[in-house]
């Protein structure tokens, strides 16, 4: 499915890249590896002054009401530079505190998370077959341990995922709450993610069971349209170097094994970004089937095209100091994150049944 764009979504298009491209591109981002926070809060305040954090967010309440094609669009170009912005982590945000019951919490939090001044990230439980729920409510409070928690060390607040499946619900808890421990650990990308402990600590629901698989396949939604955006972006850095590399006297390029791998490459990137839009065609609420075989299916093939891209490269794209390896290390984590292949095939064939 090749996407028509209108002139709306064009300027959208290009008005993320060159934010990214005038902020540093993907050099930026291999200058915050490793930092304290690992992202720019002024980036992603501007975003939110633009709107970008509304795009699913009504009119109504201040925000640019559209749809996943322009959320696809936003996350291809986060992952073309490599922007380490809990950029997805705040749409998903924003979009369950529009569906919010709780018009007390979206009152104090909306403005401030829509706006970029508030970092408030889901905090999704262990989807692996067998793993225990999150945490238990017990009254307005939560017992348990959450990993993977994205940007936990600097984030305001956060969604978390309680309860068994059935019952599951997402709450809000505040970083500073008593009885809250968080302790990050780096990932193969790079950035820092955090284990929470939950000790008694207070919270407020925000959504129901069917509010968290609603956000939840929206993430998924967010995951897989930014690996399109990694692997697009590896491609185009690849079919550039072998375009200049020379070899016994020749370019590379010239070689038609390269060419047929290359093209092989571009093959996997159209099918999983045609699947991208198609989905996104659909409009919300997502299906959830489609969710996880949209993610197994991105993840797959953006893991081929960057393993592909490095191999392609030669030595030189083994080496850290290459780019080229930064998308094989952002493939690699997305498409685990959330849910491997596994839990998602079996997530889909649960749904077939």
């Known amino acids: 499915m090749e996407l028509l764009l209108t002139d709306e979504q064009r300027q959208l298009q290009d008005s993320v890249s060159r934010m990214f491209a005038q902020a540093g591109g993907v050099k930026r981002t291999r200058s915050l590896r490793g930092k304290a926070g690992g992202f720019d809060r002024e980036i992603h305040a501007r975003m939110g002054a633009e709107g970008l954090f509304g795009i699913l967010v009504p009119a109504e309440l201040g925000g640019l009401e559209l749809g996943l094609t322009e959320v696809a669009l936003v996350m291809i170009e986060v992952g073309r530079a490599l922007a380490p912005e809990p950029i997805a982590e705040t749409i998903v945000a924003a979009h369950v505190l529009t569906q919010s019951g709780?018009?007390?919490?979206?009152?104090?939090?909306?403005?401030?998370?829509?706006?970029g001044q508030r970092i408030v990230v889901p905090a999704f439980a262990d989807r692996r077959v067998g793993a225990r729920p999150a945490g238990a409510v017990i009254g307005d409070r939560l017992d348990g341990v959450l990993s993977q928690a994205p940007h936990a060390a600097v984030a305001d607040g956060f969604l978390i995922e309680t309860g068994a499946r059935a019952t599951a619900a997402l709450c809000h808890?505040?970083?500073?709450?008593?009885?809250?421990?968080?302790?990050?650990?780096?990932?193969?990308?790079?950035?820092?993610?955090?284990?929470l402990r939950l000790d008694g600590v207070v919270a407020r629901r925000?959504?129901?069971?069917?509010?968290?698989?609603?956000?939840?396949?929206?993430?998924?939604?967010?995951?897989?349209?930014?690996?399109?955006?990694?692997m697009s972006a590896a491609h185009d850095m690849t079919v550039e170097y072998l375009k200049t590399r020379q070899q016994f006297g020749k370019l590379i390029g010239s070689f038609q094994a390269l060419q047929h791998r290359a093209a092989d490459d571009l093959a996997r990137l159209v099918s999983a970004r045609s699947f991208v839009f198609q989905v996104a065609g659909q409009g919300l609420p997502l299906s959830s089937a489609m969710a996880s075989a949209l993610k197994v299916h991105c993840g797959d093939k953006a893991l081929e095209v960057t393993k592909s891209a490095i191999q392609l490269h030669g030595a030189i794209g083994f080496t850290d100091e290459h780019d080229i390896g930064l998308y094989l290390k952002r493939a690699m984590w997305l498409s685990t994150w959330l849910g491997n292949a596994a839990v998602h095939r079996t997530r889909y064939m649960a749904m077939q049944v």
């Open 173 to 195: 808890v505040g970083s500073d709450s008593a009885g809250l421990g968080i302790a990050s650990v780096a990932m193969v990308d790079g950035r820092c993610y955090g284990r």
């Open 102 to 115: 709780d018009a007390a919490l979206r009152e104090v939090l909306f403005e401030q998370v829509v706006g």
């Open 206 to 230: 925000v959504a129901d069971n069917a509010g968290v698989e609603a956000a939840y396949d929206l993430a998924l939604f967010a995951a897989a349209a930014e690996l399109v955006g990694v």
